[in-house]
C-alpha cells in the first residue's frame, strides 16, 4: 500500500483533478481552451495563407484557380443544387463557421464578459469605434468611386491572428487583455453579421425566408419539448441554410442565428449526475457477471447519456466544432480566397489603399477613442495591466482582418476590385501585425 508520501506521480495528478474546481477556475477554463485552439490555428491560417499566396504566384496558378472553379453538384430527382468549390467553401463550410461564432456570441452574453453592462461597455465601445473608424477612412477614399461597397471589408478582425501573434508575447500579455480583445472580437463578429445580413445580401425573396422562418419556430418547438436527437436539428438547420440560401439573405446568417438559439444551460445539473453516477455504481456491482452482459451495456448507455446532459448543448457543439472550424474550415477558406496574384503596382490601386488604411489606421483610431470616451464618461475602466499605450498596440492588432474581411471583400467587391480589395488586407492586416506586436512588446513589462 503507498502513503501519501510515496504516491505516484499518476495517482498525484488523478488525486488532484479530482479535486472540486471554484467557481472562477469552471468559467476561466473554457476560455483558456478557446485560447489555446486560436492561438494554434493562427499559425495554421497563416501557412494556409502563404500557400495560397504562393500557388496564385507560381507556375501552377492556372491550375489552382481551376481547381477552385471545379463545379460539385447534389441531385434530388429534379431538384439540383450545382455550385464551384469555391462557392462550396464560402457558402456552406463558412456557415459553420458562422455557426460556431453564434455560440460564441452566446456565451459571452450568458457566462462571458458581455453579460454584465459594467464589463460589457468597454469591448462593445471599442469595437463600435473599431467598426466606425475603418468604414468611414475607407469611404473618404472611395466615396463616389467604383469600389464604395467594400466600405464593410475593414470593419472586421480576426481572431484567430490576434490570438496567436498575443501566445508569441508569453505570461507579458496580461490575461485582462487577452478577454478584452477576445470580447471585442465577438462584438465585432456581431457588428460584421448585422452589416452583411443588411447590406450585402442581394434582393430578398420572401417565400424562401418564410420556410427558413418555419424551419427556426420548428427549432424552437423542439428545443422546447425536449428533442436530444442531433440528427433532427441536422436537417431542420439544412432546410434552413436552403431557405436563406435561395432567399438572397446571404446563408452564413443562418448560422448565427442557429447559434445563438441553442440552449446554454444543462439539461440536469451536477447534484442529479453525482446520484445518477452513485447509483449505476450500486447497480453495476450487481450485474458483474457474463449472463448480465446486456443489463450492463444497457446502464453504461444510460450514464453515458446522463453525463451528456450534464453539459450545455452550446458548449458540447463549441468543443466538438471549434477544433473542425479552427483546422479545417478556415484554413480551407483561405486557400480557396488568399490567393491573389501580386503586382506591386496593385499595392497603389485606390481600393487596396482605402482597405489597407481602414485597418492600419482606422481600427486603432476607433478602438482606442471609443474606449477613451466609455472610461471617461465613467462607463468602464481599463483592465488590470493595460494602460493607453496597451490599448494602442492592440488597436493596432485588431487591424488584423483576414477571415471576415476576405469574406466581406467576395460579397462586396468584384474582378480587379476585389483582387485589389484582396491585397489591401493582406498589406493592411501586415503592417498591423508588425506595428500592434511592436508596440506591445515596448508597452507590456518584461518577465
Not at 4 to 11: C, L, M, R, W
Not at 365 to 381: C, E, K, Q, Y
Request: aromatic letters at 8%; charged letters at 15%.
Amino acid at each position: 500500500m503507498k502513503t501519501e508520501g510515496n504516491a505516484s506521480p499518476e495517482e498525484e495528478r488523478s488525486a488532484l483533478e479530482r479535486l472540486p474546481k471554484t467557481p472562477v477556475q469552471r468559467l476561466v477554463r473554457p476560455f483558456v481552451r478557446f485560447l489555446h485552439i486560436e492561438s494554434a490555428s493562427g499559425m495554421v491560417l497563416l501557412v494556409c495563407t502563404a500557400v495560397a499566396l504562393f500557388l496564385a504566384n507560381s507556375p501552377w496558378a492556372a491550375a489552382y484557380d481551376e481547381f477552385w472553379h471545379i463545379h460539385l453538384s447534389i441531385v434530388v430527382g429534379s431538384w439540383e443544387l450545382n455550385e464551384s468549390l469555391a462557392h462550396w467553401v464560402n457558402d456552406a463550410l463558412m456557415t459553420i463557421f458562422f455557426f460556431v461564432v453564434g455560440l460564441e456570441i452566446k456565451r459571452e452574453l450568458v457566462d462571458g464578459e458581455l453579460r454584465e453592462p459594467k464589463k460589457a461597455a468597454l469591448p462593445i465601445m471599442a469595437a463600435l469605434g473599431g467598426m466606425i473608424a475603418p468604414a468611414a477612412i475607407y469611404l473618404s477614399f472611395q466615396f463616389g468611386e467604383a469600389g464604395e461597397s467594400g466600405w464593410g471589408i475593414p470593419m472586421a478582425t480576426d481572431i484567430a491572428f490576434v490570438v496567436g501573434f498575443l501566445a508569441l508575447l508569453g505570461k507579458r500579455a496580461p490575461l485582462g487583455l487577452k478577454i478584452l480583445l477576445l470580447a471585442l472580437a465577438i462584438a465585432d463578429d456581431i457588428g460584421a453579421v448585422l452589416v452583411i445580413a443588411v447590406f450585402y445580401s442581394s434582393e430578398i425573396a420572401l417565400l424562401p425566408l418564410a420556410c427558413a422562418a418555419i424551419g427556426f419556430t420548428l427549432i424552437y418547438f423542439c428545443n422546447r419539448i425536449g428533442v436530444r436527437t442531433v440528427t433532427v436539428y441536422v436537417i431542420l438547420g439544412a432546410g434552413i441554410w436552403l431557405g436563406f440560401f435561395y432567399s438572397g439573405v446571404h446563408p452564413t446568417v443562418a448560422g448565427v442565428i442557429l447559434g445563438l438559439m441553442t440552449p446554454g444551460s444543462a439539461w440536469l445539473g451536477q447534484t442529479a449526475l453525482r446520484e445518477v453516477i452513485a447509483d449505476a455504481i450500486d447497480r453495476l456491482d450487481g450485474v458483474r457477471d457474463r449472463p448480465h452482459a446486456a443489463e450492463r451495456t444497457k446502464l453504461v448507455g444510460e450514464l453515458t447519456s446522463t453525463a451528456q446532459e450534464s453539459v450545455s448543448p452550446l458548449e458540447r457543439l463549441e468543443i466538438a466544432l471549434h477544433p473542425w472550424v479552427a483546422f479545417a474550415i478556415m484554413p480551407l477558406f483561405a486557400l480557396a480566397n488568399a490567393g491573389v496574384q501580386i503586382d506591386p503596382s496593385a499595392f497603389g490601386q485606390p481600393v487596396a489603399l482605402a482597405v489597407a488604411a481602414g485597418l492600419i489606421l482606422g481600427k486603432p483610431l476607433g478602438i482606442v477613442t471609443f474606449s477613451w470616451l466609455a472610461v471617461r464618461a465613467g462607463w468602464a475602466s481599463l483592465p488590470a495591466g493595460v494602460n493607453w499605450l496597451v490599448m494602442v498596440g492592440a488597436g493596432c492588432l485588431a487591424g488584423i482582418g483576414f477571415t471576415m474581411s476576405l469574406f466581406i471583400a467576395a460579397l462586396a467587391l468584384n474582378g480587379e476590385l476585389l483582387d485589389a480589395g484582396k491585397i489591401g488586407i493582406l498589406a493592411g492586416s501586415a503592417v498591423s501585425a508588425v506595428a500592434g506586436m511592436g508596440l506591445l512588446m515596448f508597452a507590456l513589462p518584461r518577465e
